[in-house]
């Protein structure tokens, strides 16, 4: 395979990684969701503890947070841009929470940034970056963001 081709294959692994960790979300199904991540992992999240190093702790995050969420639930994607090579990929999007609207998970817009490393063949998340915009006048969130 040639550089051009590999390197368009490994965009396309990496919109599907993505797609299908979405996917795992919405069905609320930790192990899917924890199926992408590098053992190493370190997220920086929107929610204390802000920093978390290493799969378990992820999980333990990933456990708590999702009985937070509504039953059902859609993510929508937007401005997906990736960057990518051989055996390493950066990915950046907006995405919300899309379905019932009085949910405070549905209130805003984030922004992600996903490190991603292919080990033996498979691309795994080795790091990711959530976000709430703010608005630097007031130091308040920004829940209306409408990009």
Not at 15 to 22: K, S
Not at 62 to 68: D, Y
Not at 86 to 108: C, K, N
Not at 112 to 120: D, E, G, I, L, R
Request: charged share 20%; with cysteine; net charge negative.
């Amino acid at each position: 395979m040639t550089t051009k081709s590999a390197i368009a294959t490994n965009e396309v692994q990496i919109r599907q990684l993505i797609a299908e960790q979405q996917r795992a979300i919405c069905a609320k199904d930790v192990e899917q969701i924890m199926s992408h991540y590098a053992n190493e992992i370190i997220v920086f999240d929107v929610k204390p503890p802000f920093q978390t190093q290493g799969k378990d702790a992820w999980r333990q995050v990933w456990s708590e947070c999702l009985p937070c969420f509504p039953d059902t639930f859609e993510i929508e994607t937007r401005d997906l841009k990736i960057t990518v090579s051989e055996d390493l990929a950066v990915a950046h999007w907006l995405f919300r929470f899309t379905g019932s609207q009085d949910h405070p998970a549905m209130q805003t817009w984030m922004r992600v940034t996903a490190v991603c490393q292919k080990n033996q063949g498979e691309w795994q998340i080795l790091h990711e970056h959530l976000s709430v915009p703010f608005d630097p006048e007031t130091s308040q969130a920004v829940f209306t963001l409408n990009p």
